[in-house]
């Protein structure tokens, strides 16, 4: 929780006061970017320009939104511009039939074992836009109909997205657990 | 809830179960980005703050000279009629005087009213046989004038009245018929009782002097003229006015006996007045034998003086309380003959040189190969137009430059790893015992076997790691050029000292791109975007900045060297994040040539 005095003293351009909301937001804000980037570097990137939304924006803020909700909020919306001014370059990104099902309840099971590095690891090998959308979806909350008018796709694509990102991280994690076991063995 | 939902929930637990801590390397970075942010926004303020005072001094200095010079042009137009000079020394009251150096003007001076024409060209008649020693009589006549400009405005239209009756051939009283007792009461009631008072020549608790007692409509003879310096010039004004011969001689005696009587008739301060006609003498010296050898063509000397700037550059080396004391002291008249005045308006100039241009990139995915961008030095010329004040120009001009850079992106690979899952069948060493009979001993059984050593293959599941680096861009060295056509508002600052001038220039420009040649890296394709397939504002805005040091070397022109420092305002690119920024630093050579 963010106190409202550190707020005010960041709306008086206090550095200070900036570094300290830095400081508090920078886990919030490194979580969120991590999982939408795939390399550290871009995830850094796009933190610092959300943070400099959110200073120069600070006083446009309806008070009656929860700042973090608020932050997230801009966090999301910087990485989402940032790919969008980026599609052009991954336009000839193709979109691949999913493989087949596997046993999600299997996955789910490694899933609860693995460490939470292992998986954003996996995660960031997920092709760009299914990570975007399976982040929007799954992670942050997003409906369909949203992520379609952020992202300018249809809810149909959205879907897919959605549905290949599960299936390539299931792999994956299965791919894991095999070869973990393997290793013991 | 679904297999699919329980999966996300897993998914976004695990994902809140990382950590970041914090790193101050980060901050850094972050900082550097608000600073950055904020010095930005310092610098536009400071640059459309700058630019706006500038362009409201400029103007402010632009509106003030056109009302001087429209006060100036009606002072001109009005002074012979009205002769409203209050000030001693302005360039109204002296281009007067050198309008009067000639037999042209003295027309003007004479007539002084608006039906000049035909009463200028009947006193030109008239003075065309007036010897030189007249035409130095009518040189004086001029310090008259001049005096007359010190007396008040409320004196003047009598004077012009008398002026006008004096040349009036309508009235029954040509000029030939013209009676000195009608007309030297009223000049020296317009001016020399205005320039004995205004002058200070009567010295305190002194009695008045007799002049400053005459009144208007009363009779005055020559003796009485002739005892006081100061009218020694009115009788030459009147007695030229009436074109007569032996008048003009007594005039002749008595302007050279104005500035000797000045000393003995007067125990007091030299008279300004007296001072001055010393000095035209010196003009005249110089000035009107030149005249007066080809008296038939005496308006060779006015089309030399057709402005009145000219006129007062002329006399400015003789004018002992010339305002524009800066300029008389520093010029000589020597080389004030091969020069073009100074304030001549208008200024066309070219330049050429080099400059070395800096293209500063950011943005999508830049940071591996913007560092690799080293400065290249490029050509600038281009035209100038500037209408010039004494201290202050405003022009355009047409610009021609381009910003090139030198770029070396290192080479840019992708590594993948595949892990491809696979079954084998494992060899393993083991024992087993087969039993081979069971006796029943007792009521308990027992069991008899043989023990076989062997190999099984038991399945197993191993993975293959299979890593391929691709190459998404090559190394490569391009040198990009982009060429802009500038259309600049120049606004200039500059100081004469002689020959020389030292200014400064600058404003905003409009560019229009002209050309471009070069690639740019990218993360798609062979890794390079031709510049010719990249999207670019085909109008740029920018800003241009030059000192210089010129030295005049003849009339019109200069030649100068001038420091330049010019960019742009915005991103050179269009669409996307990535922008390019160019600016560049270098020094021209400029031949520039006033017009007068």
């Known amino acids: 929780m963010v106190p409202q005095s550190l707020i005010d003293r960041c709306l008086r351009e206090e550095p200070k006061a900036q570094y300290e909301l830095y400081q508090a937001l920078y886990g919030h804000m490194m979580a969120i970017c991590s999982r939408y980037e795939r390399n550290k570097e871009d995830a850094l990137d796009r933190m610092n320009q959300g943070f400099l939304k959110i200073l120069t924006h600070l006083a446009k803020r309806r008070l009656e939104v929860p700042f973090e909700a608020w932050m997230r909020r801009i966090m999301i919306n910087t990485v989402i511009d940032a790919y969008r001014n980026e599609r052009e370059r991954k336009a000839h990104e193709t979109l691949e039939d999913p493989p087949d099902a596997m046993i999600l309840t299997e996955a789910n099971g490694y899933l609860q074992e693995m460490e939470a590095e292992a998986f954003a690891e996996l995660l960031r090998r997920v092709p760009d836009m299914s990570r975007r959308v399976f982040n929007l979806f799954a992670i942050d909350g997003f409906t369909h109909a949203e992520i379609a008018t952020l992202l300018g796709i249809s809810t149909g694509t959205s879907k897919w997205h959605v549905s290949h990102a599960r299936q390539q991280l299931q792999q994956a994690i299965l791919r894991q657990a095999h070869a973990t076991a393997a290793k013991t063995a | ?596």
């Open chain 2, 1 to 596: 809830m679904t297999p699919e939902e329980r999966f996300d929930a897993s998914a976004r637990k695990k994902l809140d179960e990382r950590a970041f801590p914090f790193e101050e390397a980060h901050w850094a970075s972050m900082r550097q980005a608000l600073d950055k942010g904020k010095s930005g926004r310092s610098a536009w303020g400071l640059w459309s703050g700058g630019t706006a005072a500038l362009i409201a001094v400029v103007a402010g200095l632009w509106w003030w000279n056109a009302g001087d010079h429209a006060r100036h042009t009606e002072k001109d137009g009005s002074s012979a009629t009205t002769v409203t000079g209050t000030t001693i020394e302005t360039n109204a009251a002296r281009s007067d005087e050198a309008k009067q150096l000639t037999p042209a003007r003295e027309q003007v001076n004479m007539d002084g009213s608006a039906s000049t024409a035909k009463a200028g060209k009947a006193i030109d008649d008239q003075t065309d046989g007036i010897d030189q020693k007249e035409r130095s009589a009518e040189s004086k006549n001029a310090i008259v004038h001049k005096a007359d400009h010190i007396s008040t405005s409320h004196r003047a239209p009598k004077r012009t009245e008398a002026n006008a009756s004096l040349t009036d051939p309508d009235n029954g009283q040509g000029p030939a018929t013209m009676q000195p007792e009608l007309i030297a009461p009223h000049i020296v009631d317009a001016s020399i009782a205005e320039l004995v008072g205004d002058m200070g020549t009567t010295a305190p608790g002194q009695e008045p002097d007799p002049i400053g007692e005459i009144t208007p409509g009363a009779a005055i003879s020559s003796e009485d003229l002739g005892k006081k310096e100061g009218t020694a010039a009115i009788v030459e004004v009147t007695e030229v006015g009436n074109g007569s011969t032996k008048s003009a001689e007594e005039m002749n005696t008595a302007s050279h006996d104005a500035p000797t009587a000045s000393g003995p008739t007067r125990d007091q301060e030299p008279d300004p007045v007296a001072i001055c006609v010393v000095e035209k003498r010196e003009v005249e010296k110089q000035e009107v034998p030149a005249t007066a050898a080809s008296p038939d063509a005496p308006d060779d000397v006015t089309l030399t003086h057709t402005t009145e700037s000219e006129a007062v550059q002329d006399l400015l080396p003789v004018t002992a309380n010339a305002q524009d004391s800066a300029t008389t002291e520093v010029l000589d008249p020597a080389d004030l003959a091969g020069l073009v005045p100074h304030h001549a308006p208008w200024e066309i100039g070219v330049f050429g040189g080099i400059q070395t241009t800096t293209t500063r990139y950011s943005g999508s995915h830049s940071d591996d190969w913007r560092s690799a961008s080293e400065a290249m030095r490029s050509a600038a010329f281009g035209l100038e137009v500037m209408r010039m004040g004494q201290h202050f120009g405003v022009g355009t001009g047409l610009h021609y430059g381009t910003y090139e850079e030198r770029l070396s992106p290192g080479e840019l690979s992708e590594l993948s790893t595949w892990i491809d899952p696979y079954w084998y069948l494992l060899p393993m060493d083991t024992t087993l015992f087969f039993i081979t009979d069971t006796i029943d001993i007792g009521g308990q059984p027992y069991y008899t076997g043989q023990s076989i050593n062997i190999t099984v293959n038991v399945p197993t599941q191993g993975a293959d790691t299979t890593s391929a680096q691709v190459v998404t861009r090559e190394a490569r060295t391009i040198v990009n050029r982009v060429g802009y056509f500038e259309v600049p508002l120049l606004l200039d600052a500059h100081l004469v000292q002689g020959r020389w001038q030292f200014g400064m220039r600058g404003g905003p420009t409009v560019g229009l791109l002209s050309g471009r040649r070069g690639a740019l890296p990218n993360m798609s394709n062979d890794g390079y975007t031709s510049f010719t397939d990249q999207a670019f504002r085909e109008v740029m805005f920018g800003w241009t900045a030059r000192g210089y040091i010129r030295y005049r070397f003849n009339a019109g022109w200069s030649v100068g060297v001038e420091p330049m420092l010019r960019g742009q305002f915005g991103n050179g690119l269009e669409g996307g994040d990535l922008s390019r920024r160019s600016s560049a630093l270098g020094g021209l050579i400029s031949l520039t040539y006033r017009m007068h």
